[in-house]
């Protein structure tokens, strides 16, 4: 699953981080103003788990710094429009100046699934502390610096596998886990630290090795989850010092379970009954269709709407001539809820 139809389905924060932008050009200037982010080396290789520490240079200027104020950068590698792997460069430290307008230094783990072009987008004033998120004008955004050539090899690749696909409502289920290396498909051989987390937020916020847990020597661990862990995000990440170095977050596939009921089974030919439900799950913003058989197999869909926050629905259906009529919802498969219909039910136009 893509972090944006992640965001659809959650409404929460992405994963890859929420880019930095520059304030409306009426907006008061930011406290924090970056001059330029410079890497120490021009091109970088990293082979699997491992990381390479990157010097990074900040120069810039912080209305509320003071001294030995830390600041800490933000890189995205990005795959099109998406960025496919951020990174966060440890706390830098002022080595030059003051805390209100100065250079500051540090380094930048990179991860081998940062292959590619390592972009400075953003850079923070204080520690990195993914729960809280930095103040608008204490963050400030970066473009047209260098980037750093990351060539990657042997990069992991995070697969699972459920106990149960979909899983049922209501019911525990189980992940099984496992890092490979993508380039072999084989795993690395050793047992790996690897954090899965179940709190609602955590795949959002985790930082550093808490948490912390070993896999088997073929990169596999099998975790537990309650029935509420269905409908948050259900990740394993593989720990850095600040960011993940690489992470598989998703929701699990859950069945299509449609209510549909009329609000009355006769009506005047002319007129709409309404028809009102909802779809089990996380659906906000899916599409539903209410659908009239025709003829012995065919059905013909009449109207159509999107779900509410509630994963609720009401659909107008026509009454457009005498006699008995057969109608139906159908729930197209949307985030990761599959495709599901109603119980047929009948109105009677009169």
Known sequence: MRPRTIL??????SLV????????????PLDLIVQSVTFGRTKVAVAGLNTVAVPVTVKATYKLGKPGQPLYAEFDNYDGDLPSRRVISE????????????TWQGTVNVP?????NLTPTGVVAGIYTPTVGPNPNDSAPVSQMAPLVVTGLHTPKITRKLSANPVPFGKPYQITWQVLDSATGKPYGSRLKVVTNRKAD???TAKGTTGAVQTNAAGVIVASY????ADRLNCLLIPGTQAPIASHAALVPRPGIV??????TSAKVGTTVPVKGNVAGITYDCPVNLQKLSGATQWRTLRSTRMSTTSRYTLGAPITAKGKGTYRVQ???CQNTLAGVSRTFSITGV
């Open 8 to 13: 659809t389905a959650l409404g929460a924060v």
């Open 17 to 28: 981080g929420t880019a930095l932008s520059a304030s409306p050009a009426s907006a008061a």
């Open 91 to 102: 706390p830098l430290k002022l080595v030059e100046g003051t805390g209100k307008d100065g």
């Open 112 to 116: 081998s699934t940062a292959d590619g």
């Open 202 to 204: 955590a795949c959002l």
């Open 226 to 229: 309650e029935a509420k862990d």
């Open 259 to 264: 209510a549909a009921t009329p609000d009355r």
């Open 331 to 333: 729930f197209p498969a």
